[in-house]
């Protein structure tokens, strides 16, 4: 089992949708999770960084971890042709580790005008 | 400049070349990363420093050499790469462990 799974899409969904993105996990130790988005030929920009179990909002963008189903989401709402991009989803643990994070293959998000 | 910045943003580079990738970060952090990522695979963590010493090492070959002279640089030596070590390459800093990580735009590198 990979440590992180992550639907690789593509999602295609009309502008305004609410977009719901997700990843799951197999590492209890993981304490760390963020969001990035990634346009094509571009590096990863951070979206959202969070440490606990719960949501977390960031204007259009809500993060929600469940430690307990090894669960993270990220929920776009009001999508825009701009949030056409890869997101990808990392975590790390605490403690000694921690610089490492792990990263899901990315889903490809198109939203369409 | 602001933030991380990478170049060359373009490389080609025959098997028996010896090039170097450089990345410096405007953010005043002090652990700094190099990863490469391929075509449908995840984002491989390569190298990690903090504080100018390297805590992660992560079973890479030997034609791969990092350098860290400072917080604020890091070099990626490559010599007798292969066609395989095509990719992107993508530096990155953070404000020691447990903190995000922020990257910069990446060299396209590719081997022929």
């Known amino acids: 089992q990979k440590e992180v799974e992550q639907d690789p899409g593509p999602l295609s969904v009309p502008e305004g949708a609410i977009v719901s993105l997700n990843c799951t996990y197999s590492?209890?130790?993981?304490?760390?999770f963020m969001w990035y988005r990634q346009y094509s030929r571009k590096g990863p920009e951070l979206l959202m960084y969070?440490?606990?179990?719960g949501n977390k909002e960031d204007g259009r963008f809500t993060a929600q971890v469940d430690k307990s189903s090894k669960y993270i989401s990220l929920f776009i709402r009001d999508s825009q042709p701009s949030d056409s991009a890869t997101y990808l989803c990392?975590?790390?643990?605490?403690?000694?580790?921690?610089?490492?994070?792990?990263f899901g293959k990315g889903t490809k998000l198109s939203v369409i005008p | 400049e602001t933030g991380v910045t990478q170049t060359p943003r373009h490389l080609v580079m025959g098997m028996t070349n010896k090039k170097s990738l450089k990345c410096e970060q405007h953010l005043g952090h002090n652990a700094m990363y190099w990863y490469k990522q391929s075509a449908k695979k995840p984002l491989e963590l390569m190298f990690v420093?903090?504080?100018?010493?390297?805590?992660e090492n992560n079973s890479v070959p030997s034609r791969f050499s990092p350098e860290c002279p400072n917080s604020s640089h890091l070099f990626l030596h490559l010599h007798t790469l292969q066609p395989e070590d095509s990719a992107l390459y993508l530096c990155?800093?953070?404000?020691?462990?447990?903190?995000?990580?922020?990257f910069g735009p990446g060299t396209r590198l590719t081997v022929l």
């Open positions: 590492n209890s130790a993981f304490q760390y």
């Open positions: 990155a800093s953070s404000q020691g462990s447990e903190q995000p990580q922020f």
């Open positions: 990392a975590m790390a643990p605490s403690g000694a580790g921690s610089y490492q994070l792990t």
């Open positions: 969070t440490y606990s179990s």
């Open positions: 420093y903090s504080l100018e010493e390297r805590v």
